[in-house]
């Protein structure tokens, strides 16, 4: 209860910063130098908000998509032989680190958001694949015999069956990619994606602590956030799976 209570005020607080930054100068007037602003002021910060959480959500989706897709047809007997082959796409994005990706995509795309998307996608395709097939195989076998005994087709134990009593797994897996995609879509900012890693950059290079500690703390707070909205889904969606 106590942490709930933390978390609604961490949440209220952050979009009260969100809304008026300027009004917490205050705070973080200790941690700067030679009359530097307090406040990141070059790009409103609710707008590089919504634009690092879009592009994390978008990132998010797309990973889920595909890799559940790439799940789905491993666990179907036409698709079993294709397992070492997913597994392989799906590790591709945790070889390359994030910056690599980076480096190889601007030569191709430009700079912008189309280079961290893709690094992001990329990095976020392991985590929901790996967890959506430990679902998917999971399943207690009495469960799919009386599925079959029901007369249920392929299709049917697949919608009406596997993916609810597999969904709090699956959900698993997209907590760990968006809570890794929210930190790690900062350094998009160094390839011009509008993200809060501009403002920590900015901080960096110019020596102000402030700016550092405003994107870290939003990110920061983001991120604990999602991670606890997510697990509260996970648990909602085992309750149902078991009075299933």
């Not at 666990?75 to 680190?97: D, H, K, M, W, Y």
């Not at 697949?158 to 995609?181: D, F, K, N």
């Amino acid at each position: 209860m106590t942490g709930r209570i933390l978390l609604a005020l961490a949440g209220i607080g952050l979009l009260a910063f969100l809304v008026q930054p300027q009004a917490f100068a205050p705070l973080f007037q200790p941690f700067t130098r030679n009359g530097a602003p307090a406040i990141y002021t070059q790009t409103p910060l609710l707008a590089l908000t919504l634009s690092h959480l879009a592009l994390v959500a978008l990132a998010v989706l797309a990973s889920t998509i595909v890799a559940l897709a790439l799940a789905v047809l491993v666990t179907r007997p036409a698709g079993r032989e294709f397992l070492p082959l997913a597994r392989t796409i799906t590790s591709v994005g945790q070889t390359f680190p994030p910056v690599a990706v980076l480096a190889l995509a601007v030569p191709l795309m430009g700079f912008g958001t189309g280079p961290t998307l893709l690094a992001l996608f990329l990095y976020g395709l392991l985590p929901v694949f790996e967890n959506a097939l430990a679902g998917l195989t999971g399943l207690p076998a009495p469960v799919r015999e009386a599925a079959r005994g029901m007369g249920l087709t392929a299709r049917q134990r697949l919608w009406q069956i596997e993916l609810p009593l597999a969904l709090p797994v699956i959900l698993t897996g997209m907590r760990l990619t968006a809570v890794i995609s929210l930190g790690t879509a900062t350094i998009g900012s160094t390839v011009a994606a509008r993200t809060l890693g501009e403002v920590i950059i900015a901080g960096l290079l110019s020596g102000n602590t402030a700016f550092v500690l405003q994107g870290g703390l939003i990110v920061g707070i983001l991120a604990v956030m999602i991670h606890e909205g997510f697990q509260r889904a996970e648990r909602i969606a085992a309750r149902r799976a078991g009075a299933a």
